[in-house]
């Protein structure tokens, strides 16, 4: 009785077992373009462009670049990149090895430019920050300016009425 | 004037100091197991031929030579010879430097005296441009031919991704426009290059052996230095070699843990231990399948590989890929080993051990393997000292060494192994050799699961001192790996230098060579267990006819398994 | 030049289903290339598809590159691709380090041409720098079922399963949602997180913080949360099988409680963020 162990596929499916790396995945839902996955990427797979007229970061990953070695996973603050189970990325663009993800930057209130820093990323922090010793007025003044106009108001307590608000009150809504 | 370590200094730094007195500079002591002598670069080759010699029972050989371009440091470059002292109990390495100024870059040449650092010689040449004088045979070793000449890779104002060389090419050199022109071999190129091993013969009989390789130079030691950081210099040694990856990562590691006193704890280095071992495994796997191809054993190919696979999927299930683990970070690893997954290993290593030792009753008792491989490609034990040869290769030849034991790390000091030695150098013994390790290894792997302690798999660290440098080694399926590392400032590796054994081994192979015939020549290079792709092309040159021809890999390993049906 | 076999065969007027392949290595580390000797092997099998390996490209139709294209191969790479037949010369890049350069993209010891700049989308490298590629297989190394999918591609067995991927951001609320309510401190999560990576590592990290949380959040809704904590942690140890798992558990129980003191009173103590 012959026993035949060669495997079916490609014509049977077949799956990596749960614990492979597989080809990393972004998920859009969650990141918030901190580019932490970019700084420990050993061959820049990841790469980060920032567009401050338009007010977009953009996140860009290539998988054909990616050496599977988990590191984005391990840094990821918010679990956005994961590496899945995936091993089929065989194909005849590069183009389709490509993964986009485009966030907008966060709107100076006082003087309108775009900062460097994604809207996400400054929520993240207010979850983060200790609600204990910050109050919720001082933090929703300020938190909205770029670096420079921080600077600026930073000895005057007054709100002019010219801030435009494009965020409205966020502050008290997260923290409650 | 002398710095004086007078506490715990071993005997042999004593008798230095003694013998050359005035002419060392300083002498430091790196680590527990690591010396630093500093001299004049006129007497750097007295002071390493005193070393070499200085006591024929012991085993001495050459560990790595290191240049290093430390100009912005301290203004000069620098040479080193570490030497690494086997004794039972108390091995060290003993480094030997001197110092050269920048425009007197020259020193008396030690490969002289010892033929095995023949090549470090002449990469210090063509990487940093330091001249060895009276150098018997300065070619070019590692970068491609038409590399132009001032151009040194490695000096720190040389940017790293700057390549002076144009589109490397090669031209046909005709002698006659009339003679028809046969391709001969897969690459079809001019019939001067680029062949790996160019052997000269007399009829059948092998009188000389020439060696070009280096065809993966990737730079690898220049990205270290500048574009990547502690941590991520981790993958990059990882991908040194896809065979024997992971003990170049284990090494790099360790040399950083030694400079920045990190403790790795218990648990981790169980893991790395086990992981080590798991790759020994697959690569005397291999190895043992290419070498029964080559004899003609093809169905021993296919055995040894299937049994190999077990242990693939093993890895597979532990680390997440089945070669290039990428399980190692400064200070630990990176996956634990839970229950289920050392269930897996128990399971796996039995089934393993069953298959494998009836492929060795059946591979042992079959007379054609015996008889080819006996008493060819012979290297007797005073050539094997002379030239460092490493590994089951230096076993197979009487050398009692082991870095394993000689110098423990991870958790060798806290399991039982023994080390095969066989006395006769020939092609048998080092098989044996390979043989006989693969069930010490699966020894030591039930061992490591029976007594696995629990706690963290990683240490924290938060500062690792600039400009300090040290050694990490281990040992690779191939023998001994050793890692120099010198931190720098911002996160980034100074220097970083990787001696693969491969490297002292293959330095031997012209003295195996010599004296047999063409067929048995692929069954002895690759006793060496060398990287795979090393033997792609072969020229013979016969010195009587001055005819030459040169055959692609397969119609040079068809020669030895021909010769095998011949005999048998 | 064809990118499939489809069309070399139609032009032809025949089908080709079987390919002869020319292994060519470019300087790799040979991790590929074990596993390209380890498709021919019982358990893979290529040959079952039609695939044979070749000793010369004079009899290939198609090469198998590994390696990231160093200096001294480059020639030698031209060289095979110009000896195969001029019809159907296909390129198959096997490898990360084929596909883009890998971690070695931008070394001195490698052939790149000029001009671009390094940061481009798709990023540059690899041997589509001097030869034109049909086939990318991305992998360090790849699966042998990996290879197999790349090569059935080329046979047209199977279709893409990758493709580009774009996402535009469009307002605040898609992330919003994402973040849920509890009682957790967002900074206790992280601190405790990194504890949790330093014990069971970061593939399981995730899977045994969530289980915790959970239980804490139960924990936390009774009147002496600490005592109702410890029984909850050992009610579900009792039914936990590995033993990592319930001493990881252990650990965080106690270290959530220190945390969580500290956090109250305003102390200095030591974060893992």
């Known amino acids: ?176 | 004037m002398v710095s004086l370590e007078t506490e715990h200094e071993n005997d042999y730094i004593k008798r230095i100091k003694e013998q050359f007195k005035d002419k060392i500079i300083g002498i430091r002591k790196l680590y527990d197991d690591q010396w630093l002598i500093i001299t004049e670069k006129d007497y750097l080759r007295d002071v390493v031929r005193y070393l070499a010699d200085i006591n024929s029972s012991t085993e001495i050989h050459i560990a790595t030579m290191v240049g290093s371009d430390e100009r912005p440091i301290r203004g000069k470059m620098s040479v080193t010879f570490w030497m690494n002292v086997i004794e039972s109990g108390s091995s060290s390495f003993v480094g030997i430097r001197a110092y050269l100024d920048e425009d007197d870059l020259e020193y008396e040449s030690i490969a002289q005296d010892l033929p095995g650092a023949d090549w470090y010689e002449r990469e210090i040449h063509e990487m940093l441009g330091i001249t060895p004088r009276n150098h018997p045979n300065l070619k070019r070793l590692i970068l491609p031919d038409d590399w132009p000449e001032g151009a040194y890779p490695l000096r720190k104002d040389f940017n790293y991704s700057e390549s002076p060389a144009k589109f490397p090419g090669y031209s046909f050199t005709y002698k006659d426009s009339s003679c028809a022109i046969v391709p001969l071999g897969p690459y079809h190129i001019s019939l001067d290059e680029p062949a790996h091993f160019r052997l000269y013969v007399k009829g059948e009989e092998i009188i000389g052996c020439d060696y070009k390789g280096f065809y993966s130079h990737r730079g690898i030691e220049k990205l270290a230095e500048s574009r990547l950081t502690y941590e991520q210099v981790n993958f990059i040694a990882e991908r040194i070699c896809g065979i024997c990856g992971y003990t170049h990562s284990t090494a790099y590691c360790q040399a950083m843990e030694r400079i920045a006193g990190i403790e790795v704890p218990e648990r981790a280095e169980y893991i790395r231990t086990l992981l080590l071992e798991i790759e020994r495994i697959h690569s005397h796997l291999l190895w043992l399948g290419i070498a029964s191809h080559l004899v003609g054993l093809e169905s021993g190919f296919m055995d040894a590989w299937r049994i190999r696979e077990r242990i693939m999927w093993l890895a597979e299930r532990l680390t997440g890929n089945r070669k290039t683990y990428g399980m190692n970070l400064i200070g630990g690893v990176r996956r634990d080993l839970l229950d289920y997954r050392k269930d897996l290993v128990m399971k796996t290593i039995e089934k393993v051990k069953e298959e494998y030792t009836q492929f060795v009753e059946k591979l042992k008792s079959n007379r054609s393997f015996i008889r080819r491989c006996e008493d060819i490609g012979v290297l007797p034990y005073d050539k094997a000292r002379a030239y460092g040869v490493l590994g089951p290769t230096g076993r197979g030849s009487g050398r009692k060494i082991d870095t394993r034991k000689d110098h423990p790390y991870a958790s060798y000091k806290d399991v039982d192994f023994n080390i095969p030695l066989y006395k006769d150098g020939d092609v048998l013994s080092r098989a044996l050799v390979r043989i006989e390790e693969v069930l010490e290894s699966i020894w030591i792997i039930e061992q490591l699961i029976d007594s696995m302690p629990g706690g963290d798999i990683i240490a924290e660290y938060t500062e690792i001192p600039q400009f300090s440098e040290g050694l990490g080694y281990t040992e690779a399926p191939r023998g001994e790996n050793v890692h120099y590392v010198m931190t720098g400032e911002k996160n980034v590796v100074y220097r970083f230098r990787v001696r693969a054994p491969t490297y002292a081994n293959l330095q031997a192979v012209p003295k195996m060579l010599s004296g047999y015939t063409i067929a048995d020549a692929p069954l002895i290079i690759a006793s060496i267990d060398p990287c795979y792709s090393c033997t792609e092309r072969v020229t013979i040159i016969d010195v009587k006819s001055g005819k030459r021809r040169t055959l692609s890999e397969d119609e040079f390993n068809m020669l030895s398994i021909k010769a095998s049906r011949r005999r048998s | 030049m064809v990118s499939s076999l489809k069309a070399y065969g139609s032009k032809r007027g025949h089908k080709l289903k079987s390919v002869r392949v020319f292994h060519v290595n470019s300087g790799a580390c040979n991790g590929c290339d074990i596993e390209l000797l380890d498709i021919l092997t019982p358990f893979y099998d290529i040959e079952r598809l039609g695939v044979k390996l070749v000793s010369t490209p004079r009899h290939a139709h198609a090469l198998l590159v590994t390696g990231p294209l160093t200096r001294k191969t480059a020639s030698a790479v031209v060289r095979a691709y110009e000896a195969m037949p001029p019809e159907p010369r296909i390129v198959i890049a096997v490898g990360t380090c084929a596909c883009s350069g890998g971690i070695f993209y931008d070394s001195y010891a490698l052939y790149r041409r000029i001009g671009g700049s390094m940061f481009d989308v798709p990023r540059r490298g690899g041997i589509s720098e001097l030869i034109p590629v049909h086939i990318y297989i991305p992998g360090c190394p790849p699966r042998p079922e990996e290879i197999i999918y790349g090569i059935s591609l080329l046979l047209e067995l199977v279709n893409e399963r990758v493709s580009k991927q774009y996402y535009k951001e469009e307002s605040l609320e898609d992330y919003k949602l994402t973040r849920r309510k509890s009682p957790i401190s967002e900074r206790l999560k992280y601190s405790l997180r990194e504890k949790t990576r330093h014990i069971v590592g970061y593939f399981d990290r995730d899977r045994v913080l969530e289980k915790f949380l959970e239980i804490v959040q139960m924990a936390e809704k009774s009147e002496n949360p600490r005592k109702r904590l410890s029984e909850l942690i050992d009610e579900y140890c009792a039914k936990e099988e590995d033993s990592r798992v319930r001493e990881c558990l252990k650990i965080l129980e106690r270290d959530y409680w220190r945390l969580k003191n500290a956090l109250l009173s305003r102390e200095e103590v030591i974060y893992w963020i």
């Open chain 1, 1 to 176: 009785m012959v026993r035949v162990i060669t495997v079916k596929y490609p014509l049977k499916e077949a799956k990596a077992p749960e614990e492979y790396r597989g080809i990393p995945y972004i998920d859009p839902q969650r990141c918030i373009g901190c580019g932490a996955c970019r700084n420990a990427c050993p061959p820049n797979a990841i790469t980060r462009e920032i567009d401050l007229e338009k007010g977009i970061k953009r996140i860009v990953l290539d998988v054909g670049r990616c050496i599977r070695c988990g590191r984005c996973e391990e840094v990821c603050p918010s679990g956005a990149i994961k590496l899945t189970n995936v091993f089929e990325a065989a194909s005849r663009q590069r183009e389709n090895h490509v993964e986009i993800v485009e966030l907008k930057l966060l709107r100076c209130s006082r003087c309108g430019k775009y900062t460097e820093f994604t809207e996400r990323q400054v929520m993240l922090a207010l979850e983060i920050l200790p609600r204990e010793v910050l109050e919720v007025e001082a933090l929703d003044k300020r938190i909205w300016l770029c670096r420079d106009c921080r600077r600026e108001t930073a000895l005057s307590d007054a709100v002019d009425k010219e801030w435009k608000w494009y965020y409205g009150k966020l502050v008290k809504s997260i923290w409650e």
